[in-house]
């Protein structure tokens, strides 16, 4: 990679970095945008390394910052505070020479048309390379810095996971594998993996997966043999979990809440050879097309619309369903790893109001079960109160609700209902699963 390549690379890496963190837009938003500018595969990574990475230790690198600032620099300064940041990440994170990240990131004071800054931006660095090991050790001392995490959600972790909370921030900050679901309607696992890989191994079976395949590096998707003729999908083996529990049976009534962007739908609809009686719903409709594009690449069909979840009455034909998979809003804290800007987005406010809103769609959605049917309560959350405390009340609540235990190897079994996956288990993202079935008579 030339020097020039590099520069417009940490250029259009800040302008990220300032999206997410300065305007509040969601990386999942602002990533495809930015690395759309790129047509070498190596400009694209190294900008999405940067740009991951910044935001992932956004705490701890702002933390060293404060120290070697003679003062807090002023809000409508965040570029220079941000490019800071951005070459601390790379002397702390990234094989780049120490001189390299000071030159190329002092650089970029040009583009932002802030002079003054100049001197400022390679003193810090600067003086950071003198003493890093003391700045570290510092600022370390508290471990939320450390970890780089929110305070409030350090602490919910090391309250709700005492002995696991350190294997959860770390994990967190953690590089996600890539995992892969086989289209099972369409080749067996083992068929799958010998196509991957043919000409190099760059695949396993996932050991919690029946269809799981983990890949052993990033890399294009969509140019591996199979994907545009639907040979799988791209699904974490956590979620690809909700399947194996719900077992969906062909003819079923099955309905898929809060559905988009389709890979559960999919899923549902493989595991039962294509035989559902499926309906997907899903609230936003812009997401509800990502939805179609995904069955339609598979080759799958179902019914699909939009639908508020907690409002039935609006989009119900009042047939009742044999099962229903409810991926419940939630804070998606169990997936900080493949988007770390959910750690300065998400706050502790947030959580109640997403509380009473599952509890909303719970309530909503358990008339619709048939007498002897179930329902899949599920979230990408580590936070008991969205999970086990969330299921615990609403059993109380709910005379004819009752659980079913998950006799499975992954996860772990609480005094609370349900199962959590904590991220890093297996490899697999930190989710929930309850399944609660309606009884008879």
Same mark, same amino acid.
Request: charged share 25%; net charge negative.
């Given at each position: 990679m030339n020097a020039k390549s590099e520069i417009n690379s940490r250029y259009v890496a800040l302008k990220m970095c300032l999206s997410v963190i300065e305007n509040g837009r969601s990386l999942s938003q602002v990533l495809p945008e930015g690395l759309a500018q790129f047509h070498d595969g190596r400009d694209r990574s190294f900008t999405q390394n940067i740009v991951l990475g910044v935001l992932r230790w956004q705490l701890r690198l702002q933390a060293i910052c404060d120290q070697l600032l003679k003062k807090k620099l002023k809000a409508k300064d965040e570029d220079v505070n941000q490019l800071i940041l951005l070459g601390l990440y790379q002397i702390l994170y990234m094989d780049t020479p120490d001189h390299a990240a000071v030159s190329e990131t002092v650089a970029l004071v040009g583009k932002l048309k802030k002079p003054w800054a100049k001197g400022l931006v390679n003193g810090v660095l600067r003086n950071f390379l003198r003493d890093r090991e003391t700045l570290c050790a510092e600022v370390d001392l508290k471990p939320s810095q450390a970890y780089?995490?929110?305070?409030w959600f350090f602490k919910a972790m090391r309250k709700a996971y005492p002995q696991q909370w350190q294997e959860i921030l770390t994990a967190n900050n953690e590089i996600?594998?890539?995992t892969l679901r086989n289209n099972r309607l369409q080749q067996s696992r083992e068929t799958l993996l010998d196509l991957l890989n043919a000409e190099e191994k760059i695949s396993e079976a996932h050991p919690q997966c029946p269809n799981g395949i983990g890949l052993s590096r990033s890399m294009d998707i969509t140019a591996l043999p199979g994907f545009e003729d639907g040979a799988f999908s791209v699904q974490d083996g956590a979620a690809q979990q909700a399947a194996e529990l719900l077992q969906p049976q062909p003819g079923e009534h099955v309905l898929d809440a809060c559905a988009a962007p389709g890979g559960k739908t999919a899923h549902l609809l493989e595991y039962s050879g294509g035989q559902l009686d499926l309906l997907a719903i899903e609230k936003e409709p812009e997401r509800l097309e990502r939805l179609a594009e995904n069955l339609h690449r598979l080759?799958?069909?179902c019914d699909y619309q939009v639908g508020d979840a907690s409002e039935p009455e609006d989009w119900?034909? &009042?047939?009742?369903?044999?099962? +229903?998979?409810?991926?419940?809003?939630?804070?998606?804290?169990g997936i900080i790893r493949r988007h770390p800007d959910i750690k300065w987005h998400r706050t502790e406010e947030d959580i109640d109001a997403l509380c009473d809103l599952q509890a909303q769609i719970l309530k909503a959605l358990w008339p619709l079960v048939k007498p002897g049917g179930r329902l899949l309560y599920a979230t990408c959350s580590v936070l008991p109160q969205e999970n086990g405390l969330q299921i615990r009340r609403f059993l109380l609540e709910t005379a004819?609700?009752?659980? +079913?235990? +998950? $006799?499975?190897?992954?996860?772990?079994?609480? $005094?609370?209902?349900?199962? &959590?996956?904590l991220p890093g288990d297996n490899g697999m993202d930190g989710f929930y699963y309850c399944l609660l079935e309606k009884m008879t008579g």
């Open positions: 780089s995490h929110p305070q996600a594998p890539i080759g799958l069909e119900w034909d &009042q047939r009742p369903f044999d099962k +229903i998979l409810l991926d419940a809003p939630c804070s998606a804290t004819d609700a009752q659980e +079913i235990p +998950i $006799e499975v190897e992954w996860g772990l079994s609480q $005094e609370l209902p349900g199962r &959590q996956i």
